[in-house]
């Protein structure tokens, strides 16, 4: 009985959370700004390269700075 109101509680808990905001754009862009200086260069190559593949980099990098 005791762990059906257990699961009980735990399922109302879980419904009624909010999503994390890491699954949305926002989300994902923040948690990549915080990560992507910890990279080490070789990897922060790769990422360089597939962040360039996507077709909205150029408007990414628009009027942004250089270097």
């Known amino acids: 009985m005791r762990s059906a ?25 923040e948690i990549a700004a915080a990560a992507y200086p910890l990279l080490d260069p070789p990897v ?12 909205y980099y150029p408007s990414w990098i628009a009027g942004g700075d250089e270097g």
């Not at 699961?7 to 009624?16: D, F, M, N, T, Y």
């Not at 922060?44 to 077709?55: D, E, F, G, Q």
């Open 44 to 55: 922060r190559a790769k990422v360089n390269a597939l962040i360039m593949m996507n077709p």
């Open 5 to 29: 109101i257990f699961a009980g509680s735990l399922l109302s808990i879980l419904v009624q959370a909010p999503p994390a905001l890491a699954w949305w754009d926002k989300g994902h862009m």
